[in-house]
C-alpha cells in the first residue's frame, strides 16, 4: 500500500474520518491500529520485528532511566543496541557480508560454501531502527525522560506516515504530540492537502517518468555512451530527490491533517554550492542522526588526533551512511565519496574564504550559479555510484564519460524530455529559494493557486504514471 495508490487514498480517507469523531485517547488507539494494518499491507510477519525492537527499547530505557548506576545503565544501552543491530543485520547485511567473505577468501585460493538466507528485506527496518535507537541512547544521556506509556511509544515508532522512509523523527519531537491532545487546524488541513497534492506531483509526473528514462540506461549492457549517462545522470538525480522528498512532502501533508508538526526532511539540496551545505538540505533528519549519534561521539574519541581524528570521524561516518543505504559495494563506495567531498570542502574552506566576493550584485549571483553548478555535477557524480548495478557497471559508465562523449539525435530528445519533465519544479523551487519559503505557492492568492493547481491536476491526470510505483528508499 503506497502512497500513490488508490487503496492508500481509500484507506486514509476512512481513517481521517475515523480521527475525526475520536477523542485524543481513541485518535491514538485507532492510529496504531491503522498502522499495523498499514504495515500488514506488505507483511503481517515482519511486525513481529517491529515488536521485539521496540519492546526492547521500551524496557531497556525504563531499566536505564531507573538506575543510578553506570555499569548497569551501559548494559541496558548496550543490550538494546546489540538487539537492534543483530536484528537489522541478519535480514539486511547478513548475505552481502557472507558473499563478500566468499570473494575474499576465493583470492587466497579458499573455496567456501557459506549459508545464504533466502528471507526478503523487512521493509522501512533502516528508518525504525534507527528512530528506536535514538531513543534509548537519548534516555541514556538523559535527554529525555522515557514514556511510561507502551502504547504511546508503539506509535512513536510505528506512525504510519513516517514508518516506511521517514522523516526520522525524534522522541523529542513526535512523542509529546502523540501524549498530548492536538488541535484541528483548518489553516492546517489546507497546508496538509497542499504538500499532498505537491509531493503527488513530485512523485508520479516528475521521479516516476523520469524513472523509465534511468531504467532504459542502468539496465542496458555495455558499452555506453557518455552523452547519454551524462543525461541519464541528470534524470536520475531529479528521479530520486522528487522521489524522496515527493515522500516527504505526503507524510508532512498527511500528519499536517491530523495535527502532528512533522519536519522538513529536504530544504532544497541542489542550491548548495558545497558538500556541507548540501547535507544541511539533503534527508536533513538523517544527515542530524548521522551527526548526532555517530559523527559526534566518534570525533570526541579521536579528539587527540587533531584533524586526522575528524577525517577518521566525516569518513566513517558517511562509509557507515552509504552501508545504511544498502548492502552492496556501490553504496560503501558512495559513501566513502560523500565522505571524502566532505573532507576536502574542510581542508579547502579556509583557502574559500581568503577570495574576496564580487562587489557587484550581478557578479556575486553569476559566482553563486557557478557553484552550485558545480557541486550539482560532483552529487551527479555520486548518484552514479548509488545508481549502478555494480562497481564495474560505474566503471564503465565514468569511461563512457571520459572516452566516448558523442551527441546524437537522440539525445536531443531526451534533453526535451527531461526539461519538460523538471522545468515546473526548478520555476518553482527558484521563488521558494529567493523567498526562503517553501510554502510560497501555496501562500500566494487565490487565482494564482488555482491555475497552478489545475495545471498540476492535469499534468498528473494526463502524463502521470498511476501503477502505483514504490518509492525509491522504500529498497533501504
Not at 523520469?210 to 555512451?225: G, Q, R, T
Not at 560503501?332 to 567531498?341: D, E, K, R
Not at 560505474?394 to 519533465?421: P, R, T
Request: hydrophobic share 55%.
Amino acid at each position: 500500500m503506497v502512497f500513490n495508490s488508490i487503496q492508500f487514498t481509500l484507506f486514509f480517507i476512512i481513517v481521517y474520518i475515523l480521527y475525526l469523531f475520536l477523542n485524543h485517547r481513541w485518535q491514538n488507539r485507532m492510529l496504531l491500529v491503522a498502522s499495523c494494518i498499514f504495515y500488514s499491507a506488505w507483511d503481517w510477519r515482519f511486525l513481529f520485528l517491529i515488536f521485539v525492537s521496540l519492546t526492547t527499547d521500551y524496557l531497556c530505557s525504563l531499566k536505564i532511566h531507573a538506575s543510578d548506576n553506570e555499569k548497569r545503565r551501559k548494559f541496558f544501552l548496550v543490550l538494546s543496541i546489540l538487539i537492534n543491530l543483530s536484528i537489522l543485520g541478519v535480514f539486511k547485511y547478513f548475505n552481502f557480508f557472507v558473499s563478500s567473505l566468499k570473494v575474499f577468501l576465493g583470492c587466497f585460493g579458499l573455496n567456501i560454501h557459506p549459508i545464504v538466507l533466502q528471507i526478503a528485506l523487512p521493509i522501512g527496518i533502516s528508518f525504525y531502527t534507527l528512530k528506536t535507537m535514538s531513543y534509548t541512547i537519548d534516555v541514556y544521556t538523559r535527554k529525555i525522560e522515557p514514556t511510561r506509556s507502551y502504547l504511546d511509544y508503539f506509535l512513536f515508532v510505528i506512525f504510519f506516515p513516517l514508518l516506511l522512509s521517514g522523516p526520522i523523527m525524534r522522541a523529542e519531537d513526535l512523542l509529546p504530540q502523540i501524549a498530548s491532545p492536538r488541535k484541528l487546524r483548518l489553516d492546517w488541513f489546507y497546508e496538509g492537502c497542499y504538500l499532498i497534492f505537491w509531493g503527488l506531483f513530485q512523485k508520479i509526473f516528475i521521479a516516476d517518468n523520469l524513472a523509465k528514462i534511468v531504467d532504459f540506461v542502468f539496465n542496458a549492457p555495455a558499452p555506453y555512451n557518455g552523452v547519454q549517462v551524462l543525461l541519464t545522470l541528470y534524470a536520475f538525480a531529479f528521479q530520486i530527490y522528487c522521489d524522496f522528498a515527493g515522500y516527504s512532502n505526503i507524510a508532512r501533508g498527511l500528519g499536517r491533517c491530523m495535527g502532528f508538526d512533522i519536519i522538513i526532511n529536504f530544504n532544497l539540496p541542489y542550491f548548495a554550492t558545497n558538500p556541507q551545505e548540501f547535507w544541511k538540505r539533503w534527508h536533513i533528519s538523517l544527515s542530524t542522526w548521522l551527526h548526532d549519534y555517530l559523527y559526534t561521539p566518534i570525533a570526541f574519541s579521536k579528539r587527540s588526533w587533531g584533524n586526522w581524528g575528524v577525517v577518521f570521524a566525516l569518513m566513517a561516518t558517511f562509509i557507515l551512511c552509504g552501508l545504511w543505504h544498502g548492502a552492496a559495494w556501490t553504496f560503501v563506495i558512495w559513501g566513502a565519496y560523500q565522505g571524502m567531498l566532505l573532507v576536502i570542502h574542510r581542508f579547502l574552506k579556509p583557502l574559500f574564504e581568503l577570495i574576496s566576493s564580487p562587489k557587484s550584485i550581478m557578479n556575486r549571483r553569476i559566482r553563486f550559479i557557478i557553484k552550485v553548478i558545480f557541486f550539482f555535477h560532483l552529487a551527479c557524480l555520486g548518484w552514479l555510484i548509488f545508481r549502478a548495478h555494480s562497481v564495474g557497471q560505474s566503471l564503465e559508465m565514468l569511461q563512457a564519460l571520459v572516452f566516448n562523449f558523442k551527441f546524437s539525435k537522440e539525445s536531443f530528445g531526451v534533453i526535451l524530455n527531461i526539461i519538460a519533465l523538471i522545468c515546473i519544479l526548478l520555476i518553482v523551487q527558484v521563488f521558494q529559494f529567493i523567498k526562503k519559503d517553501q510554502l510560497f505557492i501555496f501562500k500566494q492568492n487565490w487565482m494564482i493557486r488555482a491555475a497552478f493547481y489545475y495545471v498540476i491536476f492535469y499534468l498528473i491526470l494526463i502524463f502521470g504514471v498511476a501503477n502505483g510505483r514504490e518509492f525509491v528508499y522504500f529498497r533501504f
